[in-house]
Nanobody, 123 residues
Framework: QVQLEESGGGLVQAGDSLRLSCAAS????????MAWFRQAPGNEREFVAA????????DYADSRKGRFTISRDNAKNTVYLSMNSLKPEDTGVYSC????????????????WGQGTQVTVSS
């Protein structure tokens, strides 16, 4: 059983940067994909970025390419999401997910989820 805990959210202004962290515990991440999803009020979860724990291959939603970077620290069992040039439309709850998925963008394929961290970008 893998537990995921996110941190790093907050209230920022448009153009600012934030780095989110997702610390994993309780199990091995070998063979897993770690991902970040965003959910705005009244909307479904939206794929943001993913990284394969073994090998480090990354995937990004087209709307975040060039502004967001996903990375991992194997020694700390932690995944990061660095967000630059934030826009009001980036506002939402950002959740970390883990699982042995084949398609990184499919939320339903992930086994484990964190509680999420709120990111609010003011204009």
């Amino acid at each position: 059983q893998v537990q995921l805990e996110e941190s790093g959210g907050g209230l920022v202004q448009a153009g600012d940067s934030l780095r989110l962290s997702c610390a994993a515990s309780g199990g091995t991440l070998s063979g897993y994909t770690m991902a970040w999803f965003r959910q705005a009020p009244g909307n479904e979860r939206e794929f943001v970025a993913a990284i394969r724990w073994s090998g480090g291959t990354t995937d990004y939603a087209d709307s975040r390419k060039g502004r967001f970077t996903i990375s991992r620290d194997n020694a700390k069992n932690t995944v990061y999401l660095s967000m630059n040039s934030l826009k009001p439309e980036d506002t939402g709850v950002y959740s970390c997910a883990a699982g042995p998925v084949a398609v990184a963008s499919k939320a339903g394929a992930y086994y484990y989820w964190g509680q999420g961290t709120q990111v609010t970008v003011s204009s």
